[in-house]
């Protein structure tokens, strides 16, 4: 339920309002928009009688909302988001561009990707420490030590770092090195990792979408952060699983307007992940930015040959300084 008051109505009228709905029980989120005060109301709403609320001269209007994500409604919150993620502004007009190797594999290898990528615009630096792998017997990732290696890169580059957390053991570790933490699609219904995430992570969040799951999957997962208390969630679309077997998933540009339709979070696309091939990487990038998203992450290797994650889809950092002189020239275009 979301109650609307009108642009002239007082403080002390409108805290009245929150006042006799928060003793019925029910939890109070204001939006502040530029002309509008829009607050959502979270819990039993049955409770609620609109009548009484409405007869408030401070009311615009209450309006009931059908969507079982609440806090992640555009309906809560009009105006989109914009998440600052140490300086960076995910979500606003400047597009966030993250990029690096999907695993950090040695100093001089993360070096090198993080200066390249730094030189080329992007704005965050993304680095595996801890990776999900289908095989037990694959590279699972430094580990610790990678997000140090990440912390010496950010001293030197001044990028804020992205990384993938898998387990709720790690969260204290993440809380001091990460600066956007991810939930990968692996994750993304682990609910009692996502309760931990949101009562625990004082960090922003990076949620990407599962490999078989809904938009409202998708947003209710995102929810279950918000609702218990990290209300600074990004959403990351990585492709999904489909019949289709040519690629490594199918990236759904559709997610892109349908969502900024639905919620106020910002996205972000991952079209590395999508096609797994290095070549869709920028036709898949540059439709991205043309269908609207707030962001790209793409994975950069200085020798993806000899990779030990995700050779066949990592850019090298010459084709992603090309790549972004031509996203920076169809921006202008658009």
């Not at 009009?78 to 966030?96: A, H, R």
């Not at 030189?119 to 993304?126: D, I, Q, T």
């Not at 580990?143 to 204290?172: C, F, N, Q, Y």
Request: charged share 30%.
């Amino acid at each position: 339920m979301i109650i609307v008051f009108k642009p002239q109505a007082q403080k002390k009228d409108i805290q009245r309002v929150l006042d006799k709905v928060e003793k019925l029980g029910l939890q109070t989120h204001i939006s502040q928009g530029e002309n509008t005060l829009v607050v959502g109301l979270v819990g039993d709403t049955t409770r609620v009688d609109p009548k009484r609320i409405e007869v408030e001269e401070s009311v615009e209007r209450i309006m009931k909302v059908s969507e079982p994500y609440k806090l992640a409604n555009r309906a809560f919150h009009p105006e989109d988001s914009v998440i600052d993620v140490s300086g960076v502004k995910v979500g606003s007009k400047e597009l966030t561009l993250i990029a690096g190797p999907c695993s950090v594999e040695s100093k001089e290898q993360l070096l090198e990707v993080a200066h390249r990528v730094k030189e080329s615009g992007a704005n965050l630096l993304r680095g595996g420490a801890y990776k999900p792998r289908t095989s037990p017997y694959s590279f699972q990732g430094m580990g610790s030590s990678a997000l140090d290696l990440l912390v010496k890169a950010k001293e030197e580059t001044g990028l804020p770092i992205v990384s993938e957390l898998m387990s709720e053991k790690h969260i204290e570790e993440f809380n001091d090195k990460v600066d956007l933490v991810q939930i990968g699609a692996r994750n993304m219904q682990n609910f009692d990792l996502l309760k931990e995430v949101g009562e625990r992570i004082k960090k922003p969040v990076l949620l990407k979408r599962g490999l078989s799951n809904t938009y409202e999957e998708w947003l209710m997962s995102a929810e279950y952060i918000m609702a218990h208390g990290n209300p600074n969630v990004i959403l990351c679309e990585r492709g999904i699983r489909t019949f289709e077997t040519y690629t490594r998933n199918t990236l759904d540009l559709q997610a892109i307007p349908v969502l900024k339709r639905l919620t106020h979070l910002p996205i972000i696309i991952d079209p590395s992940h999508a096609g797994g091939k290095w070549w869709l990487v920028e036709p898949m990038a540059k439709a991205s930015v043309v269908a609207g998203c707030d962001g790209l992450m793409i994975e950069v290797h200085n020798d993806p040959e000899s990779a030990l994650c995700d050779g066949p889809q990592s850019l090298k950092p010459d084709r992603y300084d090309d790549l972004i002189k031509k996203i920076r020239k169809l921006e202008k275009a658009l």
